[in-house]
Every structure is written in C-alpha cells, then in structure tokens.
C-alpha cells in the first residue's frame, strides 16, 4: 500500500525522498512551504490575511474590519486601510474564479485504487465540492509544482471513480491564473497513477534526474510543441541568476549532494526529458 500523502511529499522532492527514506539521510535545513511567500506590509503577515479572506469567502460569509481590529490581525489606525485595502485588492481576482463555489460544503474524498501490479494506492482529497470537482486555491503566485500535486490528486479522485464525468479540477492561484484540469476516464487514471507510483518505487533505490521546477519547464515546452526548447528552459532554472532567483534548482541541497557526489545536473542526464512530470 502506498498512501497518497506519501506520493505528495515525494512530488514535492524526489530526490530528498531518496535520502529520507533510503539513505535515512535528513539535512537541517528550514521547514519550506512552498505555498508561502514573503512576508510585507511592515511586517504583517500579509499571506495569512489574503488566505484567511479567501477561506471565508469560500464559506459565504464576511470578513468584518472590526474583528480583525479586535483579533490584532490588523494594526491600528489608518494603516489597517491600508493594509486592508492592499489585500482585498489583491485577492479581488482570486474571488472572481471561486464565486462558483463560494457558500457549498466542500467534502474530504476517501478514495482507495487497487492498481494492475496489485499495489494499492490510498488516501484522501480536501476540498471535494460535490457536482463541481476539487478546488485548490492559493493567494501565492503559481508555482508548477501545485499544478503537479493538484494532478496526482485529480487521479486519484479519477481512478477511485469518484470524480464523475462533469466535475473537474481547478487550481486558482493569487496571481490571477485559474487551471483547470477536466475529467480522465478511469483507465486512463489508473495507468498515469501507476507511472508516478513506478516512479516513487525507483526513486526509492536511485535519485531520480528531476527538478521541482526544472521539470515542469520541460514538460511545459513539451506540451506546447516545443521539445527543443525544453532543455533550455531546464537549464534556466537550474541557474541561480535566472527567473527563478534564489529559488533555483541548483539551491536545493539534496540535488547538491548528487552533484558533490559526481552527478551531473539533473537537466543534462539523458532520462531527463522522459521522466518530466
């Protein structure tokens, strides 16, 4: 049996699975998530503001000033406008592209697949709104990876049959993006779960030649028909000064330690292109 939580947090790092879970292997370093972004607004944790409005707003009702004044959520005088102000501003988009769901009952699906080999792949979705599919909502900006793991859940939900022929999966992200992922009949779910659930085991027994966003770089090039671009947007995001920043492939310290140990970069092995998510 392999738990869906597990297949998560090896989507999220293949590589550092490989030395968790084979080597034993956990460097110190800080609890990423990789839902957050920096705080601002003069300290204030703007991200949990947003996340919070958004969260009531999937509930169906309000936000009052008043009580975020009184929770010392916002700080006092005219600045709590402003920050207030800023907020709404910034997640008026992300509203518009959950209306649809605003005020129903989201529901967590249990979901069991047996798969051909006999592995069976178990866990629960979060936020399974009945008759519309599952949401995953962020005021973050968009990041492939959320994309990635959205997919692997709208497999599961596929394969286990229950996700019917009219629901979807959407991802909405604060950045104004909203991607929606539509119904895979359920053999077809079953054999693309399989493959990622190949991949989990073989990634237990070798770091495998991927990247959290090098990888999706590729598969996005791919997807667009763009093949020989592919390894050009990969190697852009191995490099620390190009879009990805501070946040490249190469600043992940498990990949470092492949590389220290005589490795090439992941986007120059030969498996690279067909193993892109």
Sequence with gaps: TVELSVLRRFLRNPVGTFFNERLKIRFDEEEENEDLEPFDMGGLPSWQLRRRMIDTALEGRPLPRDVLMAEG?????????????NAQQRIGPVLGNISDYAGRVPETAHVTVTLPD?????????????????????????????LLLMWLDHLALCASGRLESDEVSR???????????????????????????????????????????????????????????????????????????????????????????????????????????
Excluded at 78 to 84: G, K, Q, T, W
Excluded at 201 to 219: C, K, N, Q
Aim: glycine share 8%; charged share 20%; aromatic share 8%.
């Design 73 to 85: 959520v916002l700080p006092h005088g005219r600045i709590a406008d402003l920050v207030l102000d």
């Design 118 to 146: 006999g592995t069976v792949v178990n866990g629960q979705v979060n936020a399974w709104y009945p008759g519309l599919g599952h949401l995953s909502v962020t005021p973050s900006k968009f990041k492939g990876q959320q």
């Design 171 to 277: 991802l909405v992200t604060g950045d104004d993006r909203a991607q929606q992922i539509p119904f895979v009949e359920q053999e077809q779910a079953v054999a693309e779960l399989e493959r990622l659930v190949r991949l989990y085991f073989e990634g237990l027994h070798r770091p495998l030649p991927v990247t959290r966003h090098g990888s999706y770089a590729m598969a996005k090039k791919q997807s667009s028909g763009l093949p020989e671009k592919g390894l050009e947007a990969a190697a852009a995001c191995w490099s620390p000064d190009s879009d990805w920043n501070r946040d490249s492939d190469a600043t992940d310290v498990y990949l470092q330690a492949v590389i220290q140990s005589g490795a090439c970069p992941p986007h120059e092995a030969e498996e690279f292109c067909d193993m892109a998510w």
